[in-house]
């Protein structure tokens, strides 16, 4: 490709402008909890600092600001005809339009020296040669190095091409993947839309570490954060067992769960790629959403009990979501499980028992493992209370996280990971991490996955290439969690791992 693919770099950026987005538990030794307790209670948390409430908007302006008067002004005019100037005003914006957009060149093009041009992304043979690659932000060739560059190859998925920012569905199509939200086709060949190179979120304020470290992390077991920064988790201790939800402006609610039950992971359903900053409605719009009812922000739990831990049988395991407007029954049942047991992965018997790999997927359904037997992936019906078995995997299964609309990565008993497509209803084997797997967190803005392993070991996983990286180590055992301002936190299995409090990770804000 010769080298005119180079001025629309600018133009791009321009477009991909960046948004600014204590404890008081003991260490429990049994699980079982005793009474039962169904209203939700709503305090302040305190931490001991000052804390910024909710940000809020300005005043909106009332319209007396004389612009009435400025629109009587008239016009002076040489005595010509009116309709003569106006022509003339026409005929100087029409230019003027021409000149800013001399091309008006369509998806996988690119407007050069007036003259619309292809895109490298469309281009078969890659045209950027050896020492270049193909940015399909801009549609230009360019050094590898590059801050806000976006390549790699292109995967064959039937009668198409799925380049960066997308995957292969199994299907014959090509579905967004981060940092991308939409997906744009030029004949056979596509590629991702709606890119941001810039992590942007819509927090009020990021989450503050003295109130997470405040009563609201007493007893944690599991913790996930929803899109406005908002916090939730679920409690492991000795008696009733809570799901608490801390707001940015730290507001505490809990809700208490059935009796004579443990709780284990949270998940809260929440958009798996993040939208451009400055993109249009159109693309927003194309982004995908859940389908029904709730949607966005809904949050599910696991209750597990381990087969000699004292559960009755009038109180199944099983996973539950959260019905904030029921005072009888908050936490319903959505899937019934049966007892199930394992030896990891947090070696310890009333943390290792129940359903685990709890994970919404991006069409609103949720998917947990080991609710029929061990090993066994399922889904669950949330209008119908409904299971389903959707596949055997080698052992049983200890975390799961969607990361794509069609796609799981689900880990299992010693380590391995294979990515789920939920469409098709085949698992693929992934990579060996060698450690079991105590939770993993995807990254709506990287598309990669955190996974934590019991052996206290931290690393980041490339969900269709198998790549793992090293990331850091935790100070004892629990699990990890992305909140949507960028930073990866560290969750204590208080249960085991005693009084620690959480700590964080910055991700990168950028490329």
């Not at 941001?196 to 503050?208: F, G, I, L, V």
């Amino acid at each position: 490709m010769p080298s005119m693919i180079s001025r629309l770099r600018l133009a791009a950026l321009m477009l991909l402008t960046p948004l600014a987005c204590g404890d008081s538990g003991d260490t429990t030794t049994e699980g079982g909890s005793t009474t039962q307790a169904t209203q939700a209670t709503t305090t302040e948390a305190s931490s001991g600092t000052d804390t910024a409430g909710p940000t809020t908007a300005g005043s909106e302006s009332d319209g007396s600001d004389g612009s009435s008067d400025a629109s009587s002004t008239t016009p002076v005019t040489d005595g010509s005809d009116p309709t003569d100037a106006t022509d003339a005003t026409s005929e100087s914006d029409t230019e003027t339009a021409t000149t800013d957009d001399p091309c008006a060149c369509q998806v996988g093009e690119l407007c050069e020296d007036g003259e619309c041009v292809p895109a490298c992304q469309t281009v078969d043979p890659d045209p950027c040669g050896p020492d270049q690659v193909c940015d399909i932000l801009s549609g230009e060739c360019t050094d590898p190095e590059t801050p806000c560059t976006l390549s790699g190859p292109s995967i064959q998925c039937g009668d198409v091409s799925c380049g960066p920012g997308t995957a292969c569905d199994d299907q014959g199509a090509c579905v967004p993947l981060s940092p991308c939200a939409t997906v744009e086709c030029e004949g056979d060949v596509c590629w991702g839309g709606s890119c941001s190179c810039t992590r942007t979120h819509e927090c009020p304020q990021a989450p503050d570490e003295a109130l997470l470290n405040g009563p609201f992390s007493s007893f944690l077991m599991g913790l996930d954060f929803a899109d406005d920064c908002t916090a939730w988790m679920v409690t492991l201790q000795d008696g009733t067992d809570y799901l608490r939800r801390l707001r940015p402006d730290g507001e505490l609610t809990e809700w208490p769960g059935v009796s004579n039950l443990d709780m284990g992971e949270v998940k809260v359903l929440k958009p798996l790629t993040v939208i451009a900053a400055g993109a249009g409605p159109e693309q927003e719009a194309a982004q995908p959403q859940p389908s029904a009812v709730e949607g966005l922000g809904e949050v599910a739990l696991t209750y597990t009990c381990c087969e000699m831990c004292g559960c009755f049988a009038d109180d199944p395991q099983g996973v539950a979501r959260l019905d904030e407007a029921s005072m009888q029954a908050p936490l319903p049942f959505v899937i019934i499980a049966t007892i199930t047991d394992g030896d990891g992965p947090f070696g310890h018997i009333v943390a290792d028992a129940g359903p685990q790999g709890l994970t919404w997927g991006e069409d609103r359904v949720l998917y947990v493992g080991n609710s029929t037997q061990n090993g066994e992936l399922n889904s669950a019906d949330l209008e119908l209370m409904t299971q389903e078995v959707l596949t055997p995997l080698p052992e049983r299964i200890h975390a799961a996280a969607a990361v794509s609309p069609v796609h799981l990565l689900v880990a299992v008993e010693g380590g391995d990971v294979y990515r789920y497509n939920t469409e098709v209803g085949a698992a693929t084997f992934l990579v060996a991490l060698g450690s079991d797997v105590t939770a993993l967190a995807h990254d709506a803005f990287t598309g990669l996955v955190h996974a934590s392993l019991q052996n206290l070991e931290i690393v980041t996983v490339h969900p269709f290439t198998g790549e793992v990286t090293p990331f850091d180590v935790m100070p004892a055992i629990g699990r990890v969690a992305v909140s949507p301002n960028g930073q990866l936190w560290y969750a204590p299995a208080k249960y085991i791992a005693g009084n620690l409090p959480l700590t964080a990770w910055s991700l990168p804000s950028e490329f």
